[in-house]
Nanobody
Framework: QVQLVESGGGLVQPGGSRRLSCAASGSIFNINDMGWYRQAPGKQRELVAAITNSGSTNYADSVKGRFTISRDNTKNTVYLQMNSLKPEDTAVYYC???????????????WGQGTQVTVSS
């Protein structure tokens, strides 16, 4: 069984910073892409940032230059450093990872439970 556990959410003032972490645990053979998504009230879940296992990154236009995704493959952990936060960044942030649990078997999508980030004064 595989689990993704996020941490680091909370209340932050506009212009502030926050770092999210997501650790994968369980029966893991290999992790391919990892990423962060978010869902604001009344809106669809959207990709925020993604990173391959070799370190290539991809960002939503709305967060480019403000957010940085990184990962530590030795800890099966992905991070999201969020700077210059805006009220429109308020959402539940979800961690996602493509994980293979057995050699030569397909990769499957796994999701964390989500962590709330609220940007407000």
């Amino acid at each position: 069984q595989v689990q993704l556990v996020e941490s680091g959410g909370g209340l932050v003032q506009p212009g502030g910073s926050r770092r999210l972490s997501c650790a994968a645990s369980g029966s893991i053979f290999n992790i391919n892409d990892m990423g962060w998504y978010r869902q604001a009230p009344g809106k669809q879940r959207e990709l925020v940032a993604a990173i391959t296992n070799s370190g290539s990154t991809n960002y939503a236009d709305s967060v480019k230059g403000r957010f940085t995704i990184s990962r530590d493959n030795t800890k099966n952990t992905v991070y999201l450093q969020m700077n210059s936060l805006k009220p429109e960044d308020t959402a539940v942030y979800y961690c996602n990872a493509l994980i293979s649990t057995v050699p030569s078997r397909p990769y499957y999508d796994y999701w964390g439970q989500g962590t709330q980030v609220t940007v407000s004064s």
